[in-house]
């Protein structure tokens, strides 16, 4: 059985890699971290910081649009195409191949970002070199923010994948998983709003459905270091640890849902 998800977790990648559109993404987030440098020089005072910040932006862009194009699209595109038919006619299970899906966008993800990574650091450290800072480069916590970028997009991938396991069309875990990544980004904020002293005039139902929603949902806040990488702050490693747990634990329920829905959908 763990040969068999080896094999097609190689298949699903070698076709994501085939796949023309993911290579338009990519070189149109190369072309923008080509630009960084130049764009960094129209800040006269904070060129690293601002190289900082848009290498950051470019890589979590890049991996939102690689993240709704596969998640919400492979699962889909393999029934459309009567792939998944042949896949199961062999002695294959459906969780085996939900899963070797996942973990094949998850490789996919990783190797974009540390190629996006590599011409991200190039990037800064060119701007930087033309106007240096007070502070100094910490490639330490700008790592730490990428693989938190990469952690919250994998979290993303199995609520695309949940979804494509109960929908029989694209739009609906396109759109879903777009839902959720902007709910996930503002429920922290909300949640502080309704219990602070803002709050205090709303009705009790409201701020009940409030708390349920930031409790269901995915708090993306947690992921976001983009500030401590472009000013250096220290980084709670006991944080960062429970901001690991929590991914884990929720993308394991994520996918053993799917997993339950995909074995009990009826194919086309």
């Not at 080896?6 to 993911?22: E, N, P």
């Not at 900082?52 to 393999?78: E, H, N, P, Y």
């Not at 009790?204 to 000013?231: C, Q, W």
């Amino acid at each position: 059985m763990f040969d068999q998800f080896i094999i097609l977790t190689k298949c699903h990648l070698q076709g994501i890699l085939r796949d023309r559109v993911l290579y338009g993404v990519l070189g149109v987030s190369v072309f923008m971290i080509l630009m960084i440098p130049s764009m960094s020089s129209f800040s006269m005072r904070q060129v690293q910081e601002l190289s900082i910040t848009l290498s950051l932006s470019v890589i979590s862009g890049t991996l939102l649009v690689t993240t709704l194009l596969l998640g919400a699209s492979s699962v889909w595109r393999d029934i459309e195409r009567r792939y998944l038919h042949s896949i199961l006619t062999l002695p294959i299970s459906r969780a085996t191949f939900l899963v070797s899906k996942f973990c094949s966008i998850l490789l996919f993800l990783t190797l974009s970002t540390m190629v996006l990574g590599m011409g991200c650091a190039v990037a800064i450290k060119l701007a930087s070199s033309s106007y240096p800072s007070d502070i100094p480069i910490h490639w330490g916590n700008i790592l730490l923010t990428i693989g938190g970028d990469l952690f919250k997009y994998m979290l993303l991938t199995a609520f695309s994948l949940l979804l494509s396991s109960l929908s029989t069309s694209f739009y609906l875990p396109f759109f879903g998983t777009l839902v959720i990544y902007f709910c996930g980004s503002a429920s922290q904020e909300v949640y502080e709003y309704v219990t602070g002293e803002f709050g205090s005039g709303m009705s009790l139902m409201a701020i009940s459905a409030v708390k349920g929603a930031y409790y269901l949902l995915p708090n993306f806040a947690a992921f976001d270091f983009h500030v401590h990488a472009v000013y250096g702050l220290p980084v709670s490693l006991t944080g960062l640890s429970l901001t690991m747990l929590y991914t884990l634990v929720y993308t394991g329920i994520l996918l053993l849902l799917a997993v339950v829905n995909f074995e009990r959908r009826e194919l086309p």
